[in-house]
């Protein structure tokens, strides 16, 4: 962990000097579960199952080290910009697989193509990219 932090400083001091805006994107809270079971069908309508949630309790202590590793480069590097998208996913206290009844997830850890939207639309906005 050492050798890495070290690591991502250095290339982040080394970036900086060209003057580019760098910003650190969080990880997406692991879904832990298959997301196709998250979806049933009702009446020939595919609707999704409440149950698909994640105590927000959980992944914070799963994210926890992961975390406060980004902190401690950012103080290290205080040009360094942090883009955290959990509040799309969890509430303060569930995490949720979907958002307006569509799967944010493809699989247990990675984003569906709708999930990526949400979180690309978002990055842009928080970043003063688009209006």
Request: proline letters at 3%.
């Amino acid at each position: 962990e050492k050798f890495y932090k070290e690591s991502y400083i250095h290339i982040l001091h080394e970036i900086s000097k060209l003057n580019k805006r760098i910003v650190f994107v969080i990880d997406v809270p692991e879904l832990g579960m298959d997301p196709h079971s998250c979806v049933v069908r009702s009446l020939g309508l595919l609707q999704v199952n409440n149950n698909c949630q994640n105590a927000r309790a959980d992944i914070d202590q799963h994210q926890k080290r992961y975390r406060d590793l980004i902190l401690e480069i950012k103080k290290e590097v205080p040009s360094l910009e942090v883009y955290d998208p959990i509040s799309i996913f969890c509430d303060e206290k569930k995490c949720h697989s979907s958002l307006n009844a569509r799967s944010l997830y493809f699989d247990s850890d990675h984003l569906s193509t709708y999930g990526s939207q949400i979180i690309f639309e978002d990055f842009l906005k928080k970043f003063n990219i688009i209006n």
